[in-house]
């Protein structure tokens, strides 16, 4: 059915100096683009970029107009270098105001930290139009703003984030994927993987070696949106794998 | 002296599904930012596209034109999936030759290995008017094509590709960094970082939250090419916040 077909696409922009200076080693890639396989949302494409206003815009204008859901994580804390939300309203072509919502949620949870400065208070503003992404941890909302879902850097606020999200975005058909490992050099394979995939249209064949245990070896991942093809390469992939005097361990190595 | 603040720009595109799948999570974004600090070379973009030809020929005409040099990481393995080398010289509009260097180093690496089959020759190919990037785990080698650096995607490989090339990319004055810990709620101080910043133009200030022993605490990584303005930055940051009846750690908490 042409419903179920519809691939829905994501991009990511992972906006922060410590992550280009080495300093912070990133873990929200890996973490968002788990998630959106759950979803049934494909991430396209991932893009890295200073605290830097022109190249969040340029990233944001560039890459929420070619998916269906753009997210960024990081940049939205209450310091100076937290320029996310005025780049995003930028880029969108809107002002910045302080949301109701987001300023009632912070002055409950500072009620008993401190109370609401001005330096907090940055937490509530967002693009104009934005909804709210609740945050369990911090008090300090997450923002949906269009297509554009502006989430925390710090990897366990932004899991938080993702919790609830999910189910709140419409996804498509899941791309699913099965693994085969066997002991063999890739290379050695490369034509009986060339030719399976040619074989099957629908499915695409990853091939990603490893060294362990003294000799070489490789899981090979069929990918289709396709229940009965994936299970049908699959099986075509085993039997080539085994025709050739070797295992192949379903699930991989 | 005006050569010594010269500086220069690196973009990463990491190419590869298995990353935006979230099936492999990346390790080679963190190594190549680390290494490029070293080489006194600023990392101003990473991009992680598909194994998709357009996708990569899009990104590397973008970051070669405003970089001076591209790295890329994976996609140069012998099997079908394999696209990096023939996308960069599309990019480059020049042809895919077997470059005689290359098959020569994979004649000897595979001579006691099963001999130099075609898919293994694939290894050998590389945009017209490359230079080798020296492998010493797996013999087939990495390229380099004018300001673009072809690199594996497995990180151990890419490590040894760096190795290879330290010391051998021009730099200019290296980003220097201080960094100072204090258990203090960022937003607390949001304020004094504003303004310390902005009474050092040649220095930006990153603020880090994190939590733990059941506080909140953050980092202050305090950043610039001038050693001298450093140092004037970082004691003014750290008498503010000691100002404010807490400890400074230097060196991070």
Redesign the interface.
């Known amino acids: 059915m042409a419903s179920q077909q519809r691939i829905y696409t994501a991009a990511l922009i992972?906006i922060?100096?410590?992550?280009?200076?080495?300093?912070?080693?990133?873990k929200n890639?890996?973490?968002?683009?788990?998630?959106?396989?759950v979803q049934a949302i494909?991430?396209?494409?991932?893009?890295?970029?200073?605290?830097d206003t022109d190249?969040i815009v340029e990233a944001v204008n560039t890459l929420r107009a070619r998916n269906d859901y753009l997210f960024t994580t990081g940049g939205i804390?209450?310091?100076?270098?937290?320029i996310t939300v005025d780049a995003v309203a930028q880029a969108l072509g809107v002002p910045v105001i302080v949301h109701p919502e987001a300023r009632a949620i912070l002055e409950t949870y500072y009620e008993t930290?401190?109370g609401l400065?001005?330096?907090?208070l940055?937490?509530a503003r967002t693009p104009e139009g934005a909804t709210l992404i609740a945050n369990r941890y911090t008090g300090a909302p997450g923002i949906r703003c269009g297509n554009v879902m502006i989430m925390a850097g710090?990897p366990s606020i932004t899991a938080g984030m993702l919790d609830a999200l999910s189910g709140q975005l419409e996804g498509g058909a899941p791309?699913l994927?099965e693994t085969i490992g066997c002991w063999v050099?890739?290379?050695?394979v490369?034509?009986l993987?060339?030719e399976t995939?040619k074989a099957f249209e629908t499915c695409?064949?990853?091939?990603?070696?490893?060294w362990g245990e003294g000799r070489t070896g490789a899981n090979f991942?069929v990918?289709s949106v396709s229940a009965e093809d994936l299970a049908a390469c699959v099986q075509a992939l085993t039997q080539g794998l085994e025709a050739t005097g070797r295992t192949a361990v379903a699930g991989g190595i």
Do not use: C, N
């Not at 050099?185 to 050695?188: I, K, L, N, T």
């Open positions: 992972v922060g100096d410590e992550i280009l200076s080495g300093r912070t080693h990133d890639i890996a973490q968002v683009a788990s998630w959106l396989q494909r991430l396209k494409e991932v893009r890295v970029v200073a605290d190249a804390g209450p310091t100076h270098d937290d930290r401190g400065t001005d330096a907090r940055r937490m710090v791309l994927s050099g890739e290379s050695e490369a034509e993987l060339r995939e695409q064949i990853g091939s990603y070696p490893f991942v990918r």
